[in-house]
């Protein structure tokens, strides 16, 4: 009898240690939607030490991720898919409802286009929260990354609260994503700061958890669902509102004779505007800027709120475009139709292979309805451009994109651009005009050669 309840003690004393294990042991994280902020996110998590399962409806983009192949070009971002799949913290799968069971934290990373109205476009969010509802198999934190217009955050609690079919119990997050494409896996793991909405200091407790296993040191600022949800359209309407405060700046520069890259400089030194986020260009584009002002905008128009500096920030924007355009045509006196133009630079920014939004886009549809001859060049958005104008000349090398070029528009800042060698440029027997739309060509340099050039803002180096 005594043997008996000494093992029953021993017993009992393993149980209650295995569960102070399991309850030690690091949550199993759910990332729904391998897209940039996804795959991301879900790469990240998995290379700071936590249990990672990706899940995504497209097979082949599982499959190629499974094979630690990444479908977007992301410095980085594949050497550390490689060192989580070799190390078994990150799984792929296409079965999003057994991600879900398996988890205890499910972050949802789908996307939210834009419909035609300027609405965001929640199907995907709703397809996913009722797989959420009718996976409930245990407690889950369930966390909103994609951006989300204000109210949805709690318009999903009530959904999946109406429609769950277990009487399993779960909590909301709102998480907003800062960061980058391009710098994306250098941002995430180094955030300014962390956008937390919740209603529960259980989640807060549980999430800031693992926001430490990645950036210890990042201010962590918790709120309401539909704070967390505003900062995220805020933060981005204020950089493109910036970005087209000083495309507006460049121009009158460029009536007025002044250098706008000293003018932006001279206005940044000044700590309560600051130097970043500041370069004329092109234009915005990318996935995200003009989704999200758009975006914005709608919910202000629903709720009868003039936003009239964020509309402003879009109109400025597609004029910034076409403003590119008419510098071409400038240099042509109006006609391109026997000019070969060279456009060097596709994607929306360097460092990444999406062409979303590009203005390249604009630039080239513009150039061809004016009857210009069009060759290309970009060293990483040749493919993703060709689904978007399969029918203008895409060039193996900026060499050959140049060979018997009229004019060459740099439309990306790409390093391999602002190395170009102008002097072999200027010796060839065809020697073109410059449009640098990114201001990364070295004035002095292009002036020194007798080069037609021109760039945005009229900047220049400072030579005194
Ligand atoms: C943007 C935000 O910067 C991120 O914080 C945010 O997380 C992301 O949107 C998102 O919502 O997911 P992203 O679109 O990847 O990131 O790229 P940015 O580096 O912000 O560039 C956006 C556009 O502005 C590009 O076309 C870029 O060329 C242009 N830009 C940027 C300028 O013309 N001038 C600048 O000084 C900076």
Request: with cysteine.
């Amino acid at each position: 009898m005594k043997k008996y309840i000494v093992r029953s003690f021993l017993i009992f004393i393993l149980l209650l240690s295995n569960t102070i294990v399991n309850t030690q042991q690091k949550p199993t994280i759910a990332v729904i939607g391998t897209g940039y902020v996804g795959l991301v996110l879900g790469v990240c998590l998995a290379h700071s030490g936590n249990h990672v399962i990706c899940a995504d409806i497209q097979k082949n983009k599982i499959d190629q991720l499974s094979k630690g192949i990444s479908p977007i070009y992301e410095p980085g971002l594949e050497e550390l898919l490689r060192e989580s799949l070799q190390k078994n913290t990150i799984s792929f799968t296409t079965d999003t409802a057994q991600a879900i069971r398996d988890a205890d934290i499910v972050f949802i990373a789908v996307d939210t286009p834009t419909k035609t109205s300027g609405e965001s476009d929640l199907t995907a969010l709703i397809n996913v929260t009722h797989t959420i509802a009718q996976n409930l198999t245990s407690y889950k934190i369930i966390c909103i990354k994609s951006t989300a217009p204000i109210g949805t955050c709690t318009y999903i609690k009530e959904l999946i609260k109406n429609s769950k079919n277990s009487s399993c119990d779960f909590d909301m997050a709102c998480n907003p994503e800062f960061l980058r494409e391009g710098t994306a896996v250098h941002d995430f793991l180094n955030p300014d700061r962390i956008i937390l909405g919740t209603d529960s200091e259980k989640v807060s407790s549980v999430l800031r958890e693992i926001f430490s296993s990645f950036c210890p040191s990042a201010p962590v600022l918790t709120t309401n669902f539909e704070t967390a949800e505003m900062i995220k359209y805020a933060a981005n309407s204020f950089l493109a509102t910036k970005i087209s405060f000083i495309n507006e700046i460049a121009h009158l520069c460029e009536a007025l004779g002044a250098y706008v890259n000293i003018v932006a400089e001279g206005v940044g030194l000044d700590k309560r505007i600051g130097k970043s986020f500041f370069l004329p260009g092109p234009g915005f584009g990318g996935s995200c800027f003009p989704k999200d002002v758009t975006a914005l905008l709608h919910m202000a128009q629903a709720n009868n709120v003039d936003l009239k500096v964020v509309k402003a920030c879009l109109d400025t924007n597609d004029a910034q475009k076409m403003h590119v355009v008419d510098k071409i045509l400038s240099h042509c006196n109006g006609d391109v139709r026997n000019k070969t133009i060279c456009i060097l630079g596709l994607a929306f920014k360097a460092n990444t292979d999406d062409v979303r939004f590009s203005p390249a886009i604009t630039v080239i549809e513009q150039l061809t309805a004016h009857g210009a001859q069009v060759k290309v060049y970009d060293p990483k958005a040749m493919v993703t451009m060709k689904k978007v104008l399969p029918h203008i000349e895409y060039c193996a090398s900026v060499e050959d994109a140049l060979a018997k070029s009229d004019m060459v528009v740099i439309m990306t800042e790409w390093e391999e651009f602002k190395k170009l060698d102008l002097e072999k440029i200027k010796n060839r027997s065809h020697n073109p005009i410059i449009i640098d739309t990114r201001n990364i060509l070295n004035t002095t340099t292009l002036r020194n050669l007798n080069f037609t050039y021109e760039n945005i803002g009229n900047a220049q180096i400072n030579s005194y």
